[in-house]
């Protein structure tokens, strides 16, 4: 003897008290209301804080070379010593893909040097240095010019410039990513022999920095 086998539809189910539907749309529901809760959370605790952008200070550059090997070739060597600072008494930084390096009159003279990722808590302070150098960069025709003209004034005026992703922290929560930039302005004295190291000593000397 032949067996029938009955399939209960959605709409049986139903009138036996199965809502195949309802536990999906509680779920859903539930979701995106713990989501909103902490995004709003996140947005109401920005607001309250408001976090200051970092300070930085040139503390020192020094510059050990810069001259042309050849009509448009550049070799350069500048120490420089920054000073970071976190402004903030209740929100922490994270600084990610640092890269520092040096630009005369509109023309970058060095290569990028990389920076370790460091974290910077409330209200603290760190020494960043790093050594610039570029070896046989090239530079527009007007360099050796430009060049010359500012040892015949005596002074020579670098930008310094820092680049970067920094990241808030407030208590456990961290945003994402925000790019930075940071310009600082170097006068050094500079006389006929640059082999010499002219340096510039700027003590307290605070940079633009845009986020």
């Not at 408001?50 to 001259?67: H, I, T, V």
């Not at 808030?168 to 006068?187: E, K, L, P, Q």
Request: glycine fraction near 6%; proline fraction near 6%.
């Amino acid at each position: 003897m032949s067996q029938i086998l009955f399939t209960n539809s959605p709409k049986h189910c139903a009138r036996h008290g199965f809502k195949v539907d309802k536990l999906p749309k509680k779920l859903l529901y539930g979701f995106s209301t713990f989501l909103l809760s902490f995004f709003s959370l996140a947005v109401l605790v920005w607001l309250i804080l408001r976090p200051s952008k970092p300070e930085f200070y040139l503390k020192q550059a020094d510059l050990y070379q810069l001259n042309l090997s050849a009509p448009h070739l550049l070799n350069s060597s500048i120490q420089l010593t920054l000073v970071s600072n976190n402004p903030n008494k209740k929100v922490g930084v994270y600084y990610d893909q640092l890269q520092v390096y040096a630009s005369y009159k509109g023309q970058q003279i060095t290569l990028y040097t990389s920076l370790p990722p460091f974290y910077q808590g409330h209200e603290d302070s760190n020494l960043l240095t790093a050594s610039l150098v570029g070896t046989g960069l090239p530079v527009a025709p007007s360099f050796g010019y430009e060049v010359g003209r500012d040892q015949t004034a005596g002074r020579l005026i670098l930008s310094l410039k820092v680049n970067g992703r920094l990241r808030w922290r407030v208590g456990t929560w961290v945003s994402s990513r925000y790019r930075f930039n940071v310009d600082c302005v170097a006068i050094m004295a500079f006389g006929p022999d640059v082999v010499s190291a002219p340096v510039s000593s700027k003590q307290g000397s605070s940079c633009s920095t845009t986020v």
